[in-house]
């Protein structure tokens, strides 16, 4: 399924608030709240953060940003209420892989850590902390509206109608589609760089079993989970299934708060945690994360026995196929032939923009059936950096859409046409039911939902 049309907007303003926090009075700048919603607030502050961000994006509004930025937090604001309501959750680890999965876009997007702190005017661990809050409200947004869309069926008859009226200057263009393959190589982290992960960790403990520093101390100054490290390592009440198994394995287990639990290995590196309260089928814990690092040798040598490999399946001692099946550390494209899946369209085919961004830079030049050289990547589900070849199975070069070449393009239209309908409805009748205030001087604006402004 498609991100839902809704859910850009609120990334754009769910991960983008990040260049200052409220103030009250500092600097002589006096906040203002312009708009409450139910019981929460949208401050001015809010609005110009989002402003200012969607014009570092390039986005552009149709209408005044001041009021078309308001009325978008006060849905996003409608969406959370109702999650609450439905109890619609997310984990804390498609949390931590999208903040990460953001952080490494920024750097790459503004050109370095060091520009991207300065743009900002944060330091990276306080932006990715200002982050994580926002992220975990934009996926239960987009979890939100998924149950309230449910399963849409549309028909071949619906499509086919949808497209023979549309005016020819409304036929939708699709822009240029890759199919990609893959091989990765994740390199063997050294047995002494694990050993010394668990010697700090060893003495981490040793030093809370003694006195010598609180757990939250330590997870501030050392856990490489930055989003938890600000909050002294806790990452609040969550269920069995919000958790990786083996953090929940041992986190479920623990009865004593002032205990540190034995070292936990997981797909994201080496932790220790400590309870702090269980409610019911729900606990909240902190941790220490600590990550070891692949050595730059070792990065070195696998980029080579990858372009080793590669240079083999162009005097065709054997397929690319072949060598996926087989070779490949990446598990999600393993079995596939190394063909990477679209996540966002459930299909091989990405845009050039839905690829990572160091395989997209790779990808763009290439020709059809063409290998690349190796390179090095990082991970998005866990940040682990890997090593890489693809080939582009395929190429698709943009055009006006056809109903005999672009079906399940135009289906996805007409299905993105139907929950964007789906969703106002609901959006009308959820005004009807909830609280809301406007500033006077922020209500005089032509609103997509004319049901802010109650009679």
Same mark, same amino acid.
């Given at each position: 399924?498609?991100?839902?049309?809704?859910?850009?907007?609120?990334?754009?303003?769910?991960?983008?608030?990040? &260049?200052?926090?409220?103030?009250?009075?500092?600097?002589?700048?006096?906040?203002?709240?312009?708009?409450?919603?139910?019981?929460?607030?949208?401050?001015?502050?809010?609005?110009? *953060?989002? %402003?200012?961000?969607?014009?570092?994006?390039?986005?552009?509004?149709?209408?005044?940003?001041?009021?078309?930025?308001? *009325? *978008?937090?006060?849905? +996003?604001?409608?969406?959370?209420?109702?999650?609450?309501?439905?109890?619609?959750?997310?984990?804390?680890? =498609?949390?931590?892989?999208?903040?990460?999965?953001?952080?490494?876009?920024?750097?790459?997007?503004?050109?370095?850590? =060091?520009?991207?702190?300065?743009?900002?005017?944060?330091?990276?661990?306080? @932006? %990715?902390e200002a982050m994580r809050e926002n992220v975990k409200n934009g996926l239960t947004v987009q979890k939100m509206q998924q149950k309230l869309i449910g399963d849409i069926k549309i028909t071949p008859a619906e499509v086919r109608?949808?497209?023979?009226?549309?005016?020819?200057?409304?036929?939708?263009?699709?822009?240029?589609?890759?199919?990609?393959?893959?091989?990765?190589?994740?390199?063997? @982290?050294?047995?002494?760089?694990?050993?010394?992960?668990?010697?700090?960790?060893?003495?981490?403990?040793?030093?809370?079993?003694?006195?010598?520093?609180?757990?939250?101390?330590? &997870?501030?100054?050392?856990?490489?989970?930055?989003?938890?490290?600000?909050?002294?390592?806790?990452?609040?009440?969550?269920?069995?299934?919000?958790?990786?198994?083996?953090? &929940?394995?041992?986190?479920?287990?623990? +009865?004593?708060?002032?205990?540190?639990?034995?070292?936990?290995?997981?797909?994201?590196?080496?932790?220790?945690? +400590?309870?702090?309260?269980?409610?019911?089928?729900?606990?909240?814990?902190?941790?220490?994360?600590?990550?070891?690092?692949?050595?730059?040798?070792?990065?070195?040598? &696998?980029?080579?026995?990858?372009?080793?490999?590669?240079?083999?399946?162009?005097?065709?001692?054997?397929?690319?196929?072949?060598?996926?099946?087989?070779?490949?550390?990446?598990?999600?494209?393993?079995?596939?032939?190394?063909?990477?899946?679209?996540?966002?369209?459930?299909?091989?085919?990405?845009?050039?923009?839905?690829?990572?961004? *160091? @395989?997209a830079k790779v990808v763009d030049g290439m020709n059809v059936g063409e290998i690349s050289k190796a390179f090095t990547m990082v991970n998005e589900k866990d940040g682990k950096e890997v090593c890489a070849i693809v080939k582009?199975?395929?190429?698709?070069?943009?055009?006006?859409?056809?109903?005999?070449?672009?079906?399940?393009?135009?289906?996805?239209?007409?299905?993105?046409?139907?929950?964007?309908?789906?969703?106002?409805?609901?959006?009308?009748?959820?005004?009807?039911?909830?609280?809301? %205030?406007?500033?006077?001087?922020?209500?005089?604006?032509?609103?997509?939902?004319?049901?802010?402004?109650?009679?």
């Amino acid at each position: 399924m498609k991100k839902l049309v809704n859910f850009k907007f609120v990334v754009l303003f769910a991960l983008l608030m990040l &260049a200052g926090s409220v103030m009250y009075g500092q600097d002589h700048v006096i906040d203002e709240v312009v708009w409450v919603v139910g019981d929460e607030a949208i401050l001015k502050s809010d609005v110009e *953060e989002a %402003r200012m961000n969607a014009q570092y994006e390039g986005r552009k509004f149709e209408g005044d940003p001041y009021c078309v930025i308001p *009325e *978008e937090l006060a849905i +996003q604001k409608l969406y959370l209420h109702q999650a609450v309501l439905d109890s619609i959750e997310v984990s804390e680890s =498609e949390v931590l892989q999208r903040v990460e999965m953001m952080t490494n876009q920024y750097i790459q997007m503004i050109g370095s850590k =060091e520009k991207m702190e300065e743009y900002f005017n944060k330091t990276a661990t306080q @932006i %990715r902390e200002a982050m994580r809050e926002n992220v975990k409200n934009g996926l239960t947004v987009q979890k939100m509206q998924q149950k309230l869309i449910g399963d849409i069926k549309i028909t071949p008859a619906e499509v086919r109608r949808y497209f023979k009226d549309l005016p020819q200057d409304s036929v939708p263009y699709i822009p240029t589609q890759v199919e990609v393959q893959i091989i990765t190589s994740q390199p063997k @982290i050294p047995l002494d760089e694990i050993e010394d992960v668990k010697r700090r960790l060893r003495e981490y403990t040793d030093r809370v079993n003694k006195g010598e520093m609180d757990f939250s101390t330590l &997870a501030l100054l050392y856990s490489e989970d930055k989003g938890s490290a600000m909050r002294g390592g806790e990452i609040g009440f969550k269920g069995r299934g919000e958790l990786v198994p083996e953090y &929940a394995n041992v986190a479920f287990n623990l +009865q004593d708060p002032k205990k540190v639990s034995k070292i936990v290995e997981s797909e994201f590196g080496f932790h220790i945690i +400590q309870l702090i309260e269980k409610r019911g089928d729900r606990i909240n814990t902190r941790h220490i994360l600590l990550k070891p690092k692949v050595n730059e040798k070792d990065l070195t040598s &696998a980029r080579a026995r990858l372009d080793s490999i590669a240079d083999d399946i162009r005097k065709n001692k054997f397929s690319f196929d072949e060598a996926a099946s087989i070779i490949s550390h990446d598990k999600d494209t393993r079995n596939n032939h190394g063909l990477m899946p679209n996540p966002q369209t459930n299909t091989s085919k990405f845009e050039m923009q839905q690829l990572p961004q *160091e @395989i997209a830079k790779v990808v763009d030049g290439m020709n059809v059936g063409e290998i690349s050289k190796a390179f090095t990547m990082v991970n998005e589900k866990d940040g682990k950096e890997v090593c890489a070849i693809v080939k582009l199975k395929s190429r698709i070069n943009g055009h006006k859409a056809t109903i005999t070449d672009d079906y399940q393009n135009l289906k996805e239209i007409v299905m993105d046409k139907r929950r964007e309908e789906m969703l106002e409805k609901w959006i009308v009748e959820k005004q009807k039911h909830t609280y809301v %205030r406007i500033n006077d001087n922020w209500k005089n604006c032509s609103f997509k939902y004319p049901g802010w402004i109650k009679d």
